[in-house]
Nanobody
Framework: QVQLVESGGESVQTGGSLRLSCAAS????????MGWFRQAPGKEREGVAI????????NYADSVKGRFTISQDNGKATLYLQMKSLKPEDTAMYYC?????????????????????WGQGTQVTVSS
């Protein structure tokens, strides 16, 4: 069982920056693909960014490309999401998720169905 704990969410103004962190209880084949997802009130969950822990391949939602950067620490047990130029539409609960290698190589990654492990979420609020 993999446990994920997110932190770093807070309220910021438009144009601000935040860095989210996700601490994983273990690094294994079950956490070979890790990602960030978000869900705003009344909206479906959407994939934000994913990273392959082995080769560091990344993929981003079009809405965050050029503004958000996903990364991992050298020990691979902590996942980060650096967010810049934040917009009100980025307001959401942000979740960290982990899955096996192939989760990073499916066009359906944005739905999150290939990620069996999830954190409790951290709230990001961007005010105009």
């Amino acid at each position: 069982q993999v446990q994920l704990v997110e932190s770093g969410g807070e309220s910021v103004q438009t144009g601000g920056s935040l860095r989210l962190s996700c601490a994983a209880s273990a690094y294994s084949s079950s956490t070979m693909c890790m990602g960030w997802f978000r869900q705003a009130p009344g909206k479906e969950r959407e994939g934000v960014a994913i990273i392959n822990s082995n080769n560091l391949d990344t993929n981003y939602a079009d809405s965050v490309k050029g503004r958000f950067t996903i990364s991992q620490d050298n020990g691979k047990a902590t996942l980060y999401l650096q967010m810049k130029s934040l917009k009100p539409e980025d307001t959401a609960m942000y979740y960290c998720a982990a899955g096996r290698y192939l989760a990073c190589y499916t066009t359906a990654w944005r739905g999150g169905s290939n990620f069996p492990y999830w954190g409790q979420g951290t709230q990001v609020t961007v005010s105009s």
